[in-house]
């Protein structure tokens, strides 16, 4: 009878009556704009949109993509671009080139007659 009254449905009078409904405040788009800033930065430039979305919702603040994804652009935030790879063999040149020895046919008859290994970067 008490939530007839009150117009309020019986679950929504126990959970308030209980502790209440946690109020979010929205932050302003200044405040907003300083907390992508400091994530940013602590990240290394690391996180574009996707990631720093969740990165807020982790934190505990409720984030919309569209509003994060316009303050980071119209605030030039970007994430970081892995490098290209860049080949560093150069097979241009005069200098002598070693043998191949075994011309890929790496069998062997008895141990340590042959052995291979591989070199990356010298």
């Not at 959970?15 to 990240?43: F, N, T």
């Not at 980071?72 to 080949?87: E, L, V």
């Not at 063999?89 to 008895?110: G, I, M, Q, W, Y």
Request: proline letters at 4%; glycine letters at 6%; charged letters at 25%.
């Amino acid at each position: 009878m008490l939530c007839a009254v009150l117009s309020v449905s019986p679950s929504g009078y126990r959970s308030r009556k209980r502790g209440g409904i946690a109020q979010r405040k929205r932050l302003s788009d200044a405040q907003m704009l300083e907390l992508i800033r400091s994530v940013h930065a602590q990240l290394k430039g690391a996180y574009g949109l996707p990631r720093m979305l969740k990165e807020l919702r982790a934190r505990g603040f409720p984030a919309a993509k569209s509003r994060v994804e316009r303050l980071m652009r119209d605030n030039g935030i970007w994430a970081r671009h892995k490098r290209r790879y860049r080949a560093t063999t150069d097979s241009n040149h005069v200098l002598p080139v070693a043998k191949n020895l075994l011309e890929r046919k790496v069998f062997a008859s008895e141990p340590n007659q042959v052995w291979t290994a591989h070199i990356n970067y010298v």
